[in-house]
């Protein structure tokens, strides 16, 4: 089950209220979640106490973000070993809550992997729940470790392309720390030119139907107080029109062998634009976005979600006149179906470079990424 633990919104919360955590209170080991379609308006914690709790806040996204869904999915089977739940079944409902972003199968399986190593020598439950545990905390530092580094190598891919600073950057859905288990991927790139003082202009895509990037983008550079506009999805191509975009940053959720790209559905027209406006087209990624088992674009699962996130308006989370809380306001006839994947692929041809914590990929070529997955084993060994 999930509950609200905490309210803020009254400027009494911490300065950072971390996407993600794990806590111990007396009654049991929890994972504490930040409900992402709570904000901006409302800074709520979710209390998650068993798998089921977790599979439901991933599938309606109170916890998004490929590299932060690879953390809850080890947490989660760390949750269910610590409670005595059935961790192989666990695993397999958490692996299979959202298809698309690989990160969320790669964090299950590792910590899946470490409890039952535990078990096969030997090992009590309480030692293989341990063990699980490690395993998620070892991958929570280890991508906020990446984050870090994405960003410095972003930010010198920046520079190299954009000579003179002052870049005016724009960014699709949401990679900050919301998605993150430090500052995020592309948008950390962004902040780290903003810290720099090469950030003239972060423009940020409303990113339709669920708003990431309204509701969370907005929020995290507000937070860091970025320079940042705010724009409907259909208006990015009179920005390029006007030569207002320097480079587009966005993140990714599954990287196959041949460098296509999935990502939030309205990626690939951005890198259509892109090309033919001759702006860089930059991809950031940890490695354990890269899938190697996935050939080319088109074996990647792409998620299609319920219509009535598109025949509805993502109501806000508190009362309002003849809407009920978490209800959505009908902006199409009642019936309306609706076309709602979640993602899309770009090709890796429209990618001018996939930065990552092992360094950058340019040209995007099956061969170079093959060669940055084998030198990042070697590093991870
Ligand atoms: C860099 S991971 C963030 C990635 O995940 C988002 O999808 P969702 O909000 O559905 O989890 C989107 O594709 C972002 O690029």
């Given at each position: ?38 904000l901006p308006a409302e800074e709520i914690e979710l209390v998650c ?117 002052g870049h005016r950057v724009l960014t699709h859905c949401n990679t ?206």
């Open positions: 089950m999930a509950d609200q633990y905490a309210r803020y919104g009254d400027g009494t919360r911490p300065a950072e209220i971390p996407a993600i955590r794990w806590d111990e209170p007396p009654e049991g080991p929890v994972l504490v979640l930040l409900d992402q379609t709570r106490t068993d798998a089921p709790a977790l599979v439901e806040a991933i599938r309606n996204l109170a916890v998004r973000g490929a590299p932060l869904l690879g953390i809850a999915g080890a947490y989660g089977v760390a949750l269910a070993a610590a409670r005595g739940f059935d961790v192989e079944e666990a695993a397999t409902s958490l692996e299979g809550a959202r298809p698309t972003a690989v990160n969320l199968a790669v964090g299950v399986g590792r910590a899946r992997a470490a409890h039952r190593a535990v078990l096969a020598r030997g090992g009590s439950e309480e030692q293989a729940a341990e063990a699980a545990l490690a395993e998620a905390r070892a991958l929570h530092r280890e991508d906020a470790e990446a984050s870090t580094r994405m960003a410095a190598h972003g930010l010198a891919l920046l520079d190299e392309l954009l000579p003179g600073g900050g720390a919301l998605v993150s288990g430090g500052e995020g991927t592309a948008f950390a790139v962004a902040l780290a030119a903003h810290r720099k003082g090469r950030l003239r202009r972060l423009w940020v895509d409303e990113t339709r139907p669920l708003l990431q990037g309204a509701r969370l983008t907005a929020y995290e550079a507000a937070r860091n107080e970025m320079a940042y506009t705010l724009l409907t999805d259909n208006a990015a191509g009179s920005l390029f029109a006007a030569g207002e975009v320097d480079a587009v940053l966005v993140g990714a959720d599954r990287i196959a062998a041949d460098g296509s790209v999935a990502n939030k559905v309205g990626t690939y027209p951005l890198a259509v634009l892109a090309r033919y406006h001759h702006v860089p087209f930059i991809v950031v990624a940890p490695v354990t976005t890269l899938d190697p088992g996935t050939p080319d674009g088109a074996s990647i699962e792409v998620e299609q979600r319920a219509g009535h996130e598109v025949t509805e308006i993502v109501a806000p989370q508190v009362p309002m006149a003849g809407v009920e809380v978490g209800g959505g306001i009908p902006v199409a006839p009642l019936g309306t179906q609706a076309y709602n994947p979640a993602f899309d692929v770009t090709p890796p041809e429209l990618v001018t470079a996939i930065v990552t914590e092992e360094g950058v990929v340019s040209p995007v070529t099956a061969e170079a990424l093959a060669e940055l997955c084998d030198r990042s084993r070697q590093v991870t060994i």
